[in-house]
């Protein structure tokens, strides 16, 4: 189950949650292989397991996700 799945549960069982903080907000090296092709963020890093790309950042869907869930106070997971 996702997190947020698994906040809005708790929510409706009582518990009060003061906070979410999601993993990262930019795509960044794997720490424990140290590649690129893992994708972990909601903005995207043009850049490849080789170091080639511009390096330019560009919003995922998931950016959208996240700024809702901020601007509804989580309402919205």
């Keep these: 189950m996702k ?3 698994e906040m809005s549960e708790a929510i409706e069982v009582g ?3 003061i906070g ?7 795509d960044l ?3 424990s292989t140290g590649e690129m092709k893992r994708r972990y963020g909601y903005i995207y890093v ?3 397991n080789e170091g080639n790309g511009t390096l330019k950042r560009s ?3 998931s950016f959208e ?3 809702d869930v901020i601007a509804t106070n989580g309402e919205k997971l």
């Design 46 to 48: 043009d850049r490849d």
């Design 59 to 61: 919003k995922k869907k």
């Design 29 to 31: 090296v794997s720490a």
């Design 15 to 17: 518990v009060e949650i």
């Design 65 to 67: 996700w996240y700024k």
């Design 20 to 26: 979410y903080t999601s993993w990262g907000p930019i």
């Design 3 to 5: 997190a947020h799945a």
